[in-house]
């Protein structure tokens, strides 16, 4: 059947006298699917959608790979894949999933989830460092307790989210006084505002030039000792859920202090509890989706 067989193509002679191929019917002419696509794309309306787009994408910069390193919002004593780590990589799946803290952990608010970068595989770890500069909360409005206010921190170190912990209930005022602070430290004390290498450089140069030590392992421990890492572990923003237009069930943060590090650490303070919801009803904060751009 000719169905079933291709015609043979005819040959022709083209200018340089070699022969070539006739062009196929389906080459030279769109199908009517293929036309009404190339069509639509012409119409204003779609331009426009696309040029928006274009624009959004352009603002939102690149979204990080990053995964679930940890929690610590599951019922105590349990760990791995009990201690609602499993669950908790849902937030960085962008649906109609909502994610919340185990209602048998004593805690009803500071609670944590650490995020690094993510590896080849789903669920592994990449050693790199990631910069990110702004970042979109989502919550459930229509739950008992979505998320209210939190804080973000970008670390050097999992050794280093014990320091988190200064800063549970930390309120508006609390943020706004550290951020007076951060400010006058850029006038009485800007070496601590540097990275650890950075502030570790500047005391060896200092070691030598004032002691005349030589010797660069000396130089090292004075300047190891010397470093100051209080800052680098404070938090880089703060955000409230709730602040601004109450109606809004995403929101974007900019990062006020951008820095690299290896570990985003978001500190979940405390949920606003829905109105109507009985007292006795299970403590847990509901949040839907998280998510870092550079």
Known sequence: SSSLHSQPKML????NG????????DQQDPTPHESVIEELSKHPIVQNSSRRRRRRN?????????TVRNVDCGKPGREGF???????TRLLQNNSKVYSTDPRNEKRGNFHISFVPEGDKEFSWANRLITPTFFKVSIPLSYDNPLGRG?????DDASEMESTKLWDDCDRKGYEAYVAKRGDLEISDPTVLLEAEEQADLYKKGTRAYSGLRVDGLCSIVAGYAIDTTVLQSPVAYFDMFEG???????SFTIDFPRSGK????????????????????STIDIRHIAFYE
Request: hydrophobic share 35%; charged share 30%; no cysteine.
């Open 18 to 25: 070699s022969p070539s191929r006739e062009p196929s019917q």
């Open 82 to 88: 009990y201690d609602n780590w499993l669950a908790s």
């Open 12 to 15: 022709h002679h083209s200018a």
């Open 245 to 251: 237009k109450q109606n809004e069930s995403s929101k």
């Open 263 to 282: 570990i985003i650490v978001m500190k979940m303070i405390d949920a606003r509890k829905r109105e109507g919801v009985s007292p006795s009803a299970p």
């Open 58 to 66: 352009r603002s939102e910069g690149k979204r990080l790979r990053v």
């Open 151 to 155: 804080l973000l921190f970008v670390l």
